[in-house]
Structure formats: structure tokens, C-alpha cells
């Protein structure tokens, strides 16, 4: 059992600040990293759609024998994991709780913003997990839909990226949140003209590091942990290989090695 | 054989431009379009991706009894024609020779300029169809992977797209070209802001009205051009239409009616 990897999937490249925080925290797990650039981006499709591709994913990962499946993606978090929890046998970890957690720790004026893609904003997966743990906040959301290709474009050292982030912070600013979750796999790779935005005085909240805490509380709580050895990750990816390697660059300073071609059964 | 329809698709919503055209030059043909939004944007993908989804889509049309297929789609154009010709048995036209064929008849000095997704410019189809024709063409070419997602964002007129196609636009106005290929469907949309930057004397081609034109010369040149009626107009989508159909307006002025769902088999 202990030998077993963690599948850990997103949209495409995104989820590889994911992957990294998993390497950090849990060094001796092996981990298998699949990104669907076949059918990148989900931020802007249906419940439906995303559904299915997460659970064709989920397939593939179980197949492999995975003790436990990171759904890194925050959009395929917000709206498949309770069908994924239903259809598939290993358990299913998603990014927003941890988020929600980590923002509601965080904040000291109890106002909270979250950044996300369409169909993340749309689910309202971050109120919701918010408001179950502390109804009094208040959450404000905004959808950032030139975010993610901004980052593909590796524009955020560039102009245009401010003249971006301010036109979708500007209601954030408004609404006083002293705490901003990053809630899409991407936006990490913004922080720093987010930051410059909105001042030391918001907190980002990216759910990478707490998510990997999780996850190893978990393994630890059910005697799954990994305790020797060092934990090897593979990569697939849908789509041609070349362009996730090519992007994995700006996402994940370790080097990630080979990347597989799988494509999915849908 | 004349009541048949001619069959329109594109990798989502940009095609309704060339729709559009098609619609004004041949209004009694009975057109189907097909924007394949599961599988949205095509410009970032591979080639093996891209063939499979026009394939899949061009045999939903073929199953329709269309007489013609036209890919609006300039990536699908650029990396399935050869592909969708093999194996399609109703005529296939695609948007790159009649925005070769435009550019090289309206250029003066001999300098084209071609922007296009990642994967139409990857692929060098203009400038094959372009040289072609005239082999002493000096040809440019841009990837402008941000203008697809500044129209869905409906920024076209914000601060933010010019700052973004004056980025692109730089090694364009460099080349000296005196006509630019627009060579994705969504681009037709930043005409104003390209104008803008380079100027009157920079002419614009977009595909949409030659390979209209080009469409009626082949109907009347086959005998199955359809000479009486009013065309009628169907659309369908491959992921949820609700969508489809609130994005349409930043595309279309007319109204497309009832938008219904067709998932693709892959």
C-alpha cells in the first residue's frame, strides 16, 4: 500500500505549482501529474463538460493504482468533486476547501475576495466553503478570464499585465478584503503584480501550500504515508508534450522531466 | 440536391463572422454552424488534436447532408484541410487560400503581414499559400495568442487592448507591410484598435467576405446553388449553449436564434 503514487491532475499546466508544493512536502511519495491540454482551458465550460473530462482523468489515474487523487485544478474543484467522490473508489482531494480554510484564518476584518476563472466564480464553490465555516464574512468574487492566458503568454513581468490586474482589482480594492485567495493554479505566477496592486496590507492566500499540508495530515491519519526512499513524479499530458514542456518552464522552476502523451478515453 | 445545406464550423464562436458573410452573400442557402466549445480554443493544440476534432465534427455535418463544408476556422484550416479531404466525401473549403489570394492582390509593396493562434502561424500555411501564388512576397508572421480571450472579454475598446496589440503589433509596423492578414476569426472584432496603430495606409484582410465570395462562385460553378427561399439558419454547440449564445452578441449584430447542444464522438 505504502508504495502507491498520488495522482494529482489539473487542466493543463496550472496544477504544476501544485505538484511543486507536493514535492516539497511529501519528498519520499512518488506522484503522477496529468494535464489535460487536450481540453485546456475548463475555466470557460460547462459543469457538464468539465465533469466529464475530470472523470476520464480520474479513470486513468486509478488505473495507475494511486492511494489518493489531488484535483488541483480549482475549476474542476468547484464543480466535479462531488461526482468524482460518487464515481471513483480512491479518495478525492480538491483545492477550494483548503483555500477557504487558509482565507478564513487569515483575514482580521472579515472580508474576503476571491479571483478565479468563469466557472469557478460561477459555482460559488469559495462562498459557500467560507460561509460554512464562518457565516460572518463577507466574500466578494471576481472572474479574471485574460489571467490564465496572460501566464501562458509569460507576460506578467510585462505592461499590460498591470493595466489587466487593475481593471479586474479595482472592485476588490473597493470592497476591502484584507485577504485575496488565488483561486486558480495560475495566478500564483502574478503574485507579484497583484501584490503591487493592492498593497502589503491584502494577503494572498494560494491553496498549494495548504493543500499539500492536507494531504500529508491525511496520509499520516490513515497510515498511507511513504517513509523511505525518494519519491520519483511522472508527467502525462493529452496533448503533444512539446508545449507543456516548453510552458512547465514558467510554472515550475525543478525540472520535471519526460512528459507522456495519454490521450483520454471520453 | 439543391435543398441541401452548407455546413459551417469553427473551434467556438469566432466563425459566426464568417457566418455572418455568408449569410449576406448567398442569403438562400440554408447554413448549419457548428463551434465546437468543448473543445475551445484549437490555437494552442496539436495538429494530431486539432485533425481529430474537425474530423469528428466535419462527420456530424456530413450526417446533416450538407454539400459543402467551410472551416472558419483559420486553425483547423491551417492544420486539418489535407486531412478532412482525405476522408470527407462533400467539397471541404478553408479560410487560408482566400486570405492568401486577397492579401497578395491587394498588397503594393510586396510586404504581407499575417497574424494568427500559436498553431495557424506555427504551421506556415499563409505563407505557403501566399508564395504560392507570388514567390516574391516577403511575409511576416505574428502569433497573438491574447487577442482570442480580449474579445470573449468584450475589452476591445479598454486601455488594455491597445497596450497588448501595440506589443504584437511592433515587429508588424517593423516589416513594413502594407497589408495584414487577420487570420483568425476573432480578430475582425480589433479592427479598430489594429487600424489605430498601423495606420491608414496598412490595409486589413479578413478571410470572411472572399471565401463568401468564394463559396457562391462554387455553388453556381457545380450546379447546386440553391435559387429561391430564404435560407434558414442552424446552430449547434458541443458544450453547454448558454454561453454560446450571451458571447454571440460581441459577434454577431444579427440574431442566430435557438443554439442547441451536439456533443462531438471523439
Redesign the interface.
Known amino acids: 500500500m505504502k508504495k502507491q503514487p498520488i495522482g494529482v491532475f489539473d487542466s493543463g499546466l496550472g496544477g504544476l505549482t501544485i505538484l511543486n508544493a507536493l514535492r516539497r512536502e511529501l519528498p519520499k511519495e512518488d506522484l503522477i501529474y496529468f494535464g489535460d ?5 475548463y475555466g ?6 468539465v465533469t466529464r473530462f475530470s472523470l476520464a482523468i480520474a479513470r486513468f489515474l486509478e488505473s495507475q493504482h494511486v492511494k489518493l487523487i489531488i484535483v488541483a485544478c480549482n475549476t474542476a474543484s468547484a464543480q466535479a468533486l462531488t461526482e468524482l467522490r460518487k464515481q471513483i473508489s480512491v479518495p478525492v482531494m480538491g483545492v477550494i476547501e483548503p483555500g477557504a480554510e487558509k482565507a478564513v484564518s487569515t483575514t482580521r476584518n472579515g472580508r474576503i475576495a476571491v479571483l478565479g476563472t ?1 466557472g469557478t466564480i460561477r459555482s460559488n464553490a469559495y462562498p459557500k466553503a467560507i460561509l460554512k465555516r464562518a457565516p460572518k464574512m463577507r466574500v466578494t468574487q471576481q472572474a479574471c ?2 489571467f ?3 501566464v ?2 509569460n ?1 506578467g513581468k ?3 499585465a498591470k ?2 490586474a487593475q ?1 479586474y482589482l479595482t472592485p476588490i480594492q473597493q470592497s476591502g478584503a484584507d485577504t485575496v485567495i488565488l483561486g486558480c493554479t495560475h495566478y500564483p505566477i502574478l503574485k507579484p503584480v497583484i501584490s503591487q496592486i493592492l498593497g502589503k496590507r491584502v494577503t494572498l492566500v494560494d491553496s498549494a501550500d495548504t493543500l499539500a499540508e492536507a494531504a500529508r495530515r491525511f496520509l499520516l491519519q490513515s497510515g498511507q504515508a511513504c517513509s523511505t526512499g525518494k519519491g520519483r513524479v511522472q508527467v502525462y499530458a493529452s ?2 508534450p ?2 507543456f514542456k516548453r510552458l512547465a518552464g514558467y510554472l515550475l522552476a525543478d525540472k520535471i522531466g519526460a512528459v507522456r502523451l495519454k490521450k483520454l478515453d ?1
Request: aromatic share 4%; proline share 10%; net charge negative.
Open positions: 491540454t487536450a481540453n485546456v482551458p470557460s465550460k460547462s459543469k457538464e463538460a468563469e478570464a485574460l490564465v492566458p496572460l501562458e503568454e507576460w510585462k505592461p499590460a493595466l489587466i481593471t496533448d503533444d512539446t508545449r471520453l
